[in-house]
T-cell receptor
Framework: AQSVAQPEDQVNVAEGNPLTVKCTYSVSGNPYLFWYVQYPNRGLQFLLKYITGDNLVKGSYGFEAEFNKSQTSFHLKKPSALVSDSALYFCAVRVIVRSNYQLIWGAGTKLIIKP | KAGVTQTPRYLIKTRGQQVTLSCSPISGHRSVSWYQQTPGQGLQFLFEYFSETQRNKGNFPGRFSGRQFSNSRSEMNVSTLELGDSALYLC?????????????FGPGTRLTVL
């Protein structure tokens, strides 16, 4: 079955330290992968996507993600965390269901950045 | 350019009632998708509309339905509400389809079923 997993419900990082939010996937064919962020009481915002090309993708707010085909992973990273990065992060992968595209989502990872 | 808007933002209903949620996509966007977000289940795909046609549907019962109008605005209806329908309902729009483009989300409608 096609799926995406975010193995950590919560990640705690001290401000200024590097952060990583993990995502692994299982899909047939070449994956299209996305990261979104959700701030409290707001909808999701797009951060970055991987379709093809360079395995390191740069996105909004200083975030980047590394695509690793052999490990079927797409981890979100940032070199230096800010308190304002505290939010809920979702990984998503495009799949084809009944000949149409659809996004399936990870359960989300709550990122807490402590001052 | 105005973002995706959803109305109402908050809604309280009782079991057995029905509810209609509205979504106005970004101008020029023709695809509208609906999601249900709950703490336990995460983000679940409900359905997607493109040019007034339902193009894809998730695994939800028939009580959940939707439609899209010629101006791309979309409505979602839930009939015979159950307690488990309490959730944040998110609408997302994209220009054509989300093959290469990100989806733009509205702030959501928080539905509480008592």
């Amino acid at each position: 079955a096609q799926s995406v997993a975010q193995p950590e419900d919560q990640v705690n990082v001290a401000e200024g330290n590097p952060l990583t939010v993990k995502c692994t996937y299982s899909v047939s064919g070449n994956p299209y992968l996305f990261w979104y962020v959700q701030y409290p009481n707001r909808g999701l915002q797009f951060l970055l996507k991987y379709i093809t090309g360079d395995n390191l993708v740069k996105g909004s707010y200083g975030f980047e993600a590394e695509f690793n085909k052999s490990q079927t992973s797409f981890h979100l990273k940032k070199p230096s965390a800010l308190v304002s990065d505290s939010a809920l992060y979702f990984c998503a992968v495009r799949v084809i269901v009944r000949s149409n595209y659809q996004l399936i989502w990870g359960a989300g990872t709550k990122l807490i950045i402590k001052p | 350019k105005a973002g995706v808007t959803q109305t109402p933002r908050y809604l309280i209903k009782t079991r057995g009632q029905q509810v209609t949620l509205s979504c106005s996509p970004i101008s020029g966007h023709r695809s509208v998708s609906w999601y249900q977000q709950t703490p336990g289940q995460g983000l679940q795909f409900l359905f997607e509309y493109f040019s007034e046609t339902q193009r894809n549907k998730g695994n939800f019962p028939g009580r959940f339905s939707g439609r899209q109008f010629s101006n791309s605005r979309s409505e979602m209806n839930v009939s015979t509400l159950e307690l488990g329908d309490s959730a944040l309902y998110l609408c997302a729009s994209s220009p054509r389809d989300y093959d290469y483009n990100e989806q733009f989300f509205g702030p959501g409608t928080r539905l509480t079923v008592l």
